[in-house]
């Protein structure tokens, strides 16, 4: 039986804030895998250059693994919690945001424009969404546009799809089809 609900998305989505609440709603345990990596030492090296360490993803798997033995539920954070064991995940939930509210966000953690490009980049081309199906396939991943939206609506969102109240599968998000290429540029060169 399938153990774990993954929430994704690039970083200054809300993913942290939406998986708590989703396991304290759920009676799940919380998993921080970004957290969890560095603590239980999952990675493979550090590469001082992009300043983040190079998770083992053999280890991690294992470590989920045996988590889904006191745990009943699961749910797992991060931007590459694709990763998870297949066999034991149920949904992946890939949280998008609109890529000039991101900007916004991640100016306000103060982060380096450089870092803030690439996390734009990755939003724009999906790559949350995209690591997620080519892992897991596209019928475990499904993803909600936060913009514009409060936690609790958004938690409405994802307990609607985590209980299979979901109706239809929406279409994967395109930035591309719904902003205006002047509005992307500045993120692309």
């Not at 919690?81 to 916004?104: H, M, N, Q, Y």
């Amino acid at each position: 039986m399938a153990k774990i609900i993954v929430v994704s998305g690039t970083p200054g989505t809300g993913k942290t804030l939406l998986a708590k609440k989703l396991a304290e709603k759920l009676g799940a345990c919380y998993v921080n895998l970004s957290s969890i990596v560095i603590e239980k030492k999952l990675y493979a090296e550090y590469d001082a250059g992009r300043n983040t360490y190079v998770v083992d993803e053999e280890k991690v798997r294992e470590y989920l693994r045996r988590l889904t033995r006191d745990c009943e539920l699961i749910v797992v954070d991060s931007h590459y919690g694709e990763i998870a064991p297949r066999e034991l995940v149920d949904k992946v939930i890939v949280l998008r945001l609109d890529p000039i509210e991101l900007e916004k966000r991640l100016k306000k953690r103060e982060w380096r424009w450089e870092k803030i490009k690439e996390n734009i980049q990755a939003e724009i081309l999906g790559v949350c969404t995209v690591n997620a199906v080519e892992e897991q396939g596209e019928e475990k991943v499904f993803e909600i546009n936060a913009t514009g939206k409060t936690l609790d609506e958004i938690l409405e969102e994802a307990l609607d799809i985590v209980k299979g109240r979901t109706k239809e599968k929406r279409p994967f998000i395109d930035w591309f089809s719904i902003k205006e290429f002047s509005e992307l540029e500045k993120y692309l060169v």
